[in-house]
């Protein structure tokens, strides 16, 4: 299956249908809000959460967001969401918009393809093992059927091959959205430099 890594007109078009699990017209409005100025707390974000087009910041505890997005939301030990896996295709995208909806902090943010660099994300994947063994700690330990259910789907994402094709595919193009290094010209300190010519006034 292709990467899901859509543009901004096609991420407004899916906030624009999202069937939202919070109903309220302000819900839809301040998402809306949310992808035309996008906030700017990108250093805050969570580390659980996989580099690609949603990214999330430390929100509440209700542990809602499974309810919408069962496939794409976990959460961690303290019932925090994150994204475990990337939408993998407009009704995922849309899922996870209705649990922003829903969450209290409206924690979800939809701007990461223009915020991660294919450094970044390479930097996100030497540090897997650290991600894993918190996950596995977690199992280890937690007893809410909700945080396990979600974070042995992770487990298993993190451990597959799936996640590998992904990530390629987001740097493939996080490379091609990169501008092209400047080249400089090397100045060969071995010949003299040029004389400038000096006009003579007549």
């Not at 509440?60 to 919408?68: A, K, N, V």
């Not at 924690?107 to 894993?132: I, K, P």
């Not at 092209?180 to 003579?200: E, F, G, K, N, Y």
Request: proline share 6%.
């Amino acid at each position: 299956m292709p990467a899901f890594l859509p543009d901004r007109a096609t991420v407004r078009e899916v906030a624009a249908s999202a069937a939202l699990g919070n109903t309220h017209p302000s819900a839809r409005a301040g998402l809306e809000a949310k992808l035309e100025e996008p906030p700017g707390d990108w250093d805050e974000r969570t580390v659980l959460t996989v580099p690609g087009l949603v990214w999330s910041v430390s929100g509440d505890t209700c542990m809602t967001g499974r309810l919408s997005a069962p496939d794409n939301i976990a959460y961690d030990h303290y019932g925090r969401e994150f994204v475990f896996r990337q939408p993998r295709n407009e009704t995922e995208l849309a899922a996870v918009m209705s649990a922003d909806s829903d969450e209290v902090m409206a924690c979800y943010r939809f701007d990461g393809l223009s915020r991660w660099t294919s450094r970044s994300v390479m930097a996100w994947m030497e540090d897997m093992e650290v991600v894993l063994g918190y996950v596995r700690q977690v199992l280890s330990t937690e007893v809410d059927a909700d945080i396990l259910d979600g974070l042995r789907q992770y487990e298993e994402y993190l451990t597959g091959t799936d996640i590998r094709d992904d990530l390629g595919a987001l740097r493939e193009l996080l490379d091609d959205q990169e501008p092209a290094p400047i080249t400089m010209r090397r100045v060969d300190q071995s010949r003299p430099p040029a004389r400038r010519l000096r006009l003579r006034r007549s």
